[in-house]
């Protein structure tokens, strides 16, 4: 059994209206200098098998494919 991190966070220059919320509610619960905050998602996956070349290869394909908006966000894998 393999386990991996997968982590889809927007693209640099990409607005994050969610990010700018999120920090404004820091702010207002009087957490200060926080300069700015970006929001992403985080998926953990388990995949049978212990080949990890071969499942850091199909991470890759499924973050192409669903996991992320390759237009707008960037991706990284991770086998933990």
Not at 37 to 51: M, T
Request: charged share 25%; hydrophobic share 45%.
């Amino acid at each position: 059994m393999i386990k991996a991190r997968v982590t889809v966070t927007l693209k640099n220059g990409v607005l994050d209206p969610q990010g700018k919320a999120i920090g404004g509610a820091l702010a207002a619960l009087g957490f200060a200098g926080v300069d700015s905050v970006r929001q992403g998602k985080v998926f953990d996956l388990e995949l049978e098998g212990s080949d990890k070349v071969k499942a850091e290869t199909e991470l890759k394909a499924m973050c192409e494919k669903l996991l992320a908006n390759t237009v707008i966000e960037d991706y990284s894998v991770a086998i933990i």
